[in-house]
């Protein structure tokens, strides 16, 4: 396997934050002078002028990935590997998903992070000396979605059990919980974060919550020591969902590597993108096996040549098919060795932005704010949030003022859960499988439910998350923002 990336915590030091940034205290927030600084839904001229295309194109794709992919295609493996023929040719990983998860093991710390690289033969003698490697605490999945099922799994989530779960997520986070015969129990989001409320999630735990689902939202890390100190007092799991937060960090701690386990996705438009996968990573190996088990039967046959127990149920697993195609792990692991430098850029840009913005009175979410102190936050997406009561104007008239400059801006585009009709309707119960148990159906979902999550969703603006924009793209953007907010009585609020 080709040498891997350096520790995650060396590489935040050199590579993210270090283009310099615009003190916001010297900032000029009006137009030039000269520029004419009515708004264009009023009649002025669009201040984004500037292609928009290329500075927002993602993934971005080079002649490496091209060959990653062709790598696989020529080699006529295109699922799974084989052990050797010695050993009998059964099933196993295929060797790219092996060297990925080797690699991901790396990135995030390797050893000292506990996440440790080791040879094969350390556990199977025969294939000793052979440069087969393995990363116990790491494991591929054809997507996030399935990764975070295999997870719960592992975590012994069982039918009526509860699990806390925030509404602010995408759909992945959540509806496997059902799949488990599980409970979803939403929780408020907290102001700070985005994420789940510490204290709300205090307020929901019974007897029978069994664990909790943290989602890093658009890549902001959660108020982890509060919500590890409660799971630990009341002996719950904890699941990150760290789909958006591949890089991130909380109190020097990778973000993934502060509950029982985390699931990174690797789809298409996530950070580290591939054609389709995720990643399920546990200082805990035998989370890790138990994950495996639940769909990935060809982990389980290398086990019995171990005596280990878990190589029983090589022959079925325990009936799903999650293994990562290889054409994805290939791609993954080519975007992986410029991961580091990518999100620099991005944040780069996005940092850049958000001083401007906060200067003129939106909330940015930057590292550093409060409930944000000794975090390191990354940008899936870029979202800030407007205050009517401060500006007069209604949100989505601030929203197509700014379209009409030419900001490709709109709505968050994750409804909140709890009000959709799976919900609602009751469907839950039968995905569930929970049509007969008493206490399940006396629950109800009420859409009027979580009033300061509601309420919340409803203030966020995103923007696109620039990771390729130029200084001028930025300063443009800066300017619409600053035309549209100072003029914000002036706009227009009929739909």
């Known amino acids: 396997m080709a040498d891997g990336p350096s520790p995650m915590a060396d590489r935040r030091r050199d590579a993210l934050y270090t283009c310099a940034m615009t003190s916001p205290s010297t900032l000029d927030l009006h137009p030039p002078v000269g520029i004419d600084a009515t708004p264009a839904i009023l009649g002025g001229p669009k201040a984004v002028t500037l292609p928009q295309e290329e500075a927002n194109r993602w993934p971005i794709v080079t002649d490496e990935d091209e060959a990653a992919a062709l790598r696989i295609i020529r080699s006529g493996e295109w699922s799974g590997g084989h052990l050797p023929r010695e050993l009998g040719g059964y099933p196993c990983p295929h060797p790219e998903a092996l060297a990925l998860e080797c690699e991901f093991a790396q990135w995030m710390g390797g050893e000292a992070a506990g996440l440790p690289v080791m040879d094969v033969g350390d556990f199977i003698p025969q294939l000793a000396g052979r440069g087969f490697k393995v990363a116990p605490n790491v494991l591929s999945h054809n997507n996030g979605t399935a990764a975070i099922l295999a997870g719960l799994h592992a975590m012994g989530i069982g039918p009526g059990d509860e699990v806390i779960v925030p509404s602010t997520t995408w759909w992945s986070s959540v509806l496997p919980v059902l799949h488990c015969g599980g409970v979803p129990v939403f929780a408020e989001t907290d102001d700070r974060t985005l994420a789940l409320d510490p204290a709300d999630v205090a307020r929901r735990i019974t007897p029978r919550t069994k664990a909790i689902v943290v989602t890093h939202l658009f890549g902001i890390p959660a108020a982890m020591d509060e919500l590890m100190a409660i799971a630990r007092e009341h002996g719950l799991k904890v699941m990150e969902d760290a789909s958006h937060a591949h890089g991130a960090t909380y109190r020097d701690q990778p973000i ?238 009929q739909a």
């Open 256 to 493: 993934g590597l502060i509950g029982d386990l985390a699931v990174f996705s690797l789809q298409g438009n996530k950070l580290l993108p591939s054609a389709e996968g995720g990643l399920l990573v546990s200082r805990d190996a035998d989370l890790v096996l138990s994950a495996a088990r639940y769909g990935q039967y060809e982990r389980l046959v290398p086990l019995k040549a171990m005596g280990h127990p878990l190589g029983e149920y090589a022959a079925t697993g325990f009936g799903h098919k999650y293994r990562m195609s290889p054409v994805s792990a290939a791609l993954c692991r080519s975007q992986l060795r410029r991961l580091t430098e990518r999100t620099a850029q991005r944040s780069a840009n996005c940092v850049y932005l958000s001083r401007r913005l906060s200067a003129l009175g939106l909330k940015t979410y930057q590292s550093g704010e409060e409930g944000l102190e000794n975090t390191q936050r990354v940008y899936f997406e870029f979202l800030v949030r407007y205050d009517q009561a401060k500006f007069g104007a209604p949100i989505k008239a601030i929203i197509k003022a700014l379209s009409a400059e030419g900001c490709q801006v709109s709505a968050p585009r994750y409804p909140l859960l709890h009000q959709q009709p799976v919900f609602t309707q009751g469907d839950w119960l039968r995905l569930a499988r929970l049509e007969h148990d008493e206490s399940a159906r006396a629950r109800v979902y009420d859409p009027a439910d979580l009033p300061r999550t509601t309420a919340g969703n409803g203030t966020l603006i995103k923007l696109p998350s620039f990771p390729s924009a130029s200084k001028e793209l930025l300063d443009q953007y800066a300017a619409a923002f600053a035309k549209v907010l100072t003029n914000a009585s002036k706009l227009p609020t």
